[in-house]
């Protein structure tokens, strides 16, 4: 679940623990534990033993809860598809965190960048962006990331992307002294802003 369902289920939970939230706090929660329900319930639990029917304001939470937010590859892509760089950064921050390996997430980001080239070339050519969902088995809930990536993203940003991600491929398997995260969010940063960061080298020790 994400965004407006989120914010739904916390307010059934929040009802059926009987806890007293402000506003604010349900804001707090669906950002803090963003894909990760479990952990969510769990502190929902926890304020309702120590709070009971009080009421709960922003201050209260904050100092007991702790970021437990949760992401995978395929939220990380739905945020670059959008254009929501700011949350791409973070899930790459979490991501790292947990371990996630950095050969999947250059396999996906490289996957996706192949495919908007393809389909953009396409619609180029005439064909429809309907047929495209066909043929590259697009989910009705993904089609608009698809529609929006492809009205965003421009095609020369597309191509800076893919050859820095192919720098950030390299220097992840030869060089130990760069974090390949941080390499990775200027790739997605590039998809939007590519004639600014084709200015800048990955390699930013030798820049």
């Known amino acids: 679940m994400e ?7 916390i307010q059934r939970q929040a009802r059926q623990n009987n806890l007293n939230l402000l506003p604010d706090v349900f804001l707090m929660l669906a950002e803090l534990f963003e894909g990760n329900l479990n952990a969510l319930e769990q502190e929902l639990q926890k304020l309702s033993i120590l709070f009971g029917q ?7 939470a ?20 959008v254009g929501d760089i ?6 790459l921050d979490q991501l790292q965190q947990d371990g996630t390996a950095i050969n999947q997430l250059i396999w996906f980001i490289h996957k996706e960048i192949k495919q908007l080239f393809i389909m953009q070339e396409k619609m180029a050519q005439g064909d429809s962006f309907a047929n495209l969902c066909k043929e590259f088995r697009i989910w009705d809930k993904r089609k608009p ?6 009205n965003n993203i421009a095609e020369q940003n597309l191509a ?37 960061m084709k200015h800048y080298s990955l390699n930013y020790e030798y820049a």
């Open 3 to 9: 965004g407006k369902q989120v914010n739904q289920w």
């Open 54 to 60: 009080q009421l709960i304001t922003a201050n209260d």
């Open 62 to 81: 904050e100092k007991l809860l702790i970021k437990q937010a949760k992401f995978n590859p395929f939220q990380l892509i739905d945020a670059m598809l």
């Open 86 to 91: 700011n949350k791409c950064i973070a899930m």
């Open 145 to 150: 990331l698809y529609q929006q990536a492809i």
């Open 160 to 196: 800076y992307a893919q050859a820095r991600l192919a720098d950030v491929d390299t220097i992840s398997k030869t060089n130990s002294e760069f974090n390949p995260f941080v390499l990775l969010a200027d790739v997605l940063v590039t998809l939007y802003h590519g004639e600014t």
